[in-house]
């Protein structure tokens, strides 16, 4: 499974970016698309999931601003970030668990930077 993201760029406190991240590949289904991020000197973090069919989970930093969402057709996951903060700044991964023909493995993308500066 390959996962290319897209989306990231530099951005003044309070606005929005949408970050896009496309599986392609030989998987039966994606089970699990994820967002994690790692800031500058800092661990890389989950920041929200989504789990077929549906749910979603979010880390308390970002509730209520970001929002996953994803389009099955497509294989794509998105995360629609608003209200950003300087502390959002990172490289954003989007990690996916898909059910592949020798079981259930995780993947991840490439990042992709966004940075929160005016």
């Known amino acids: 499974v390959q996962l290319q993201a897209s989306g990231g760029g530099l951005v003044q406190p309070g606005g929005s970016l949408r970050l896009s991240c496309v599986a392609s590949?030989?998987?039966?289904?994606?089970?699990?698309m994820s967002w994690y991020r790692q800031g500058p000197g800092k661990q890389r973090e989950p920041v929200a999931n989504i789990v077929n069919p549906g749910s979603t989970n979010y880390a308390d930093s970002v509730k209520g601003r970001f929002t996953i969402s994803r389009d099955s057709a497509k294989n794509t996951v998105y995360l629609q970030m608003n209200s950003l903060k300087p502390e959002g700044t990172a490289v954003y991964y989007c990690?996916?668990?898909?059910?592949?023909?020798?079981?259930?493995?995780?993947?991840w993308g490439q990042g992709t930077q966004v940075t929160v500066s005016s």
């Open positions: 990690n996916v668990v898909a059910r592949v023909p020798v079981g259930v493995r995780d993947f």
């Open positions: 590949g030989s998987f039966g289904s994606l089970i699990v």
